[in-house]
């Protein structure tokens, strides 16, 4: 892949003024709240970017991305949905893989915070101390299964009164930032004795710890740079200190459902800023009109209006089933909509484009991996049609 996409010297690398308003906004935030990563994406290549191995993550961590929509009380930036839309975009714009992988520690850094702040004192600090450390947290949640069921761990841990560790045992594949990840965020099924009783849990596993191993997972190129292998977790011992008992006591859903309506704008805006980047392919292509170009833009802005609607709700306090279920709706509609304007942008670039830009085909494929993003269709549609009927709102 690193050969290919984006092979000719000066393809790939972030654009400023010549690229117009489309990105403006949404690289105006990104500079304010990372400038060293803007930096970074301004001196490389897609390809550069993409590649397996390559710095992102790195850089993203030096730039403070850590801690974007942490409050500013816990040590974070402290973003408003709003404004965290926007900077996604703007990093799928530039490394699809980097937004695919980032937005795993979101989901897990938004989703403790909702534990810590509703939870005991000592959540709070434990969270407070990950946050100054700027770890980067892959996500091991039990994806796709949300509402009033909570979290249904597919990981276990055990309590060794010997110790007063916790053992941990089980599986994630694919996990993002296998390899640069600081901490596991794992929702678990903790029992105080072997065949006893489980609650839920999250625990936070520092990747370092005995046990905790990587394998090969993702073998195809596209969105290669994600890191997304398969972490084992093989009798870890995980001090008390570091799990969150009981937390998850959380009957209707809300702060499960929280950590997911910040997985599910961020997801979505960093698939639109991937296909935003064809856009301006598009745009400064003499083979592309008004006429053609102006239906495709119409599919993915109005998709991002959709989606700061949601946003801005979030911001103001809403929580629960309605803006889950709105924002799985539109989830729904941007899955066709980015298959759309993958097929459109490809054909009115034409043939040549296709067959001199390899990105032009790298990012038409990363765009068909939306669907693939818990939770899944079937289960998607069972659960808006049930809840139209008025149902409760809950993925079985």
């Given at each position: 892949m690193s050969v290919a996409v984006g092979a000719r010297v000066n393809e790939g690398r972030e654009t400023s003024a010549a690229s117009g308003v489309l990105l403006a906004q949404a690289r105006a935030a990104l500079a304010r709240r990372m400038p060293v990563l803007a930096e970074w994406f301004a001196e490389t290549t897609l390809a550069e970017r993409e590649a397996p191995g390559n710095r992102g993550l790195e850089v993203f961590r030096e730039a403070g991305g850590c801690g974007l929509i942490v409050p500013v009380e816990i040590s974070g930036q402290g973003a408003s949905a709003v404004e965290a839309l926007q900077v996604q975009r703007a990093i799928g714009a530039a490394s699809p893989s980097l937004a695919v992988a980032t937005v795993m520690h979101h989901l897990s850094i938004a989703t403790i915070v909702q534990i810590a702040l509703t939870g005991p004192e000592e959540d709070l600090a434990l969270l407070q101390s990950v946050?100054?450390?700027n770890a980067l947290i892959a996500s091991a949640f039990a994806e796709g299964r949300v509402g009033g069921s909570t979290l249904i761990p597919t990981?276990?841990?055990?309590?060794?009164?010997?110790?007063?560790d916790y053992v941990v045992t089980g599986r994630k594949k694919p996990c993002s930032m296998a390899y640069s990840m600081a901490f596991l965020a794992a929702s678990l099924d903790a029992k105080e004795s072997e065949g006893g009783r489980g609650r839920k849990?999250?625990?936070?596993?520092?990747?370092?710890?005995p046990g905790v191993s990587i394998e090969p997972f993702w073998t195809?190129?596209?969105?290669g740079g994600a890191e997304s292998e398969e972490v084992i977790l093989d009798g870890v011992r995980v001090p008390a200190a570091l799990m969150m008992i009981g937390t998850m006591q959380d009957p209707d859903g809300i702060h499960e459902m929280t950590g997911f309506l910040w997985f599910g704008l961020l997801a979505s805006a960093g698939y639109i800023g991937a296909a935003s980047t064809l856009l301006e392919r598009?745009?400064?292509?003499?083979?592309?009109?008004?006429?053609?170009?102006?239906?495709?833009a119409a599919e993915l802005e109005s998709a991002m209006a959709a989606l700061e609607s949601v946003a801005a709700a979030l911001d103001a306090g809403e929580r629960g089933a309605d803006i889950s279920a709105r924002l799985l709706f539109i989830r729904t509609a941007l899955r066709t909509s980015l298959l759309r304007v993958a097929s459109a942008a490809t054909s009115a670039l034409?043939?040549?484009?296709?067959?001199?830009?390899?990105?032009?085909?790298?990012?038409?494929?990363?765009?068909?991996a939306f669907s693939f993003h818990p939770p899944s269709t079937t289960e998607t549609q069972r659960s808006l049609f049930a809840y139209h009927r008025g149902e409760e709102f809950r993925l079985a």
């Open positions: 946050v100054e450390q990981v276990s841990a055990v309590y060794d009164e010997d110790t007063g849990a999250v625990g936070l596993i520092p990747a370092q710890m195809s190129p596209i969105l598009l745009l400064h292509s003499p083979r592309v009109d008004a006429a053609t170009y102006t239906p495709i034409g043939g040549i484009a296709f067959i001199t830009d390899p990105d032009i085909a790298y990012l038409a494929s990363v765009l068909q």
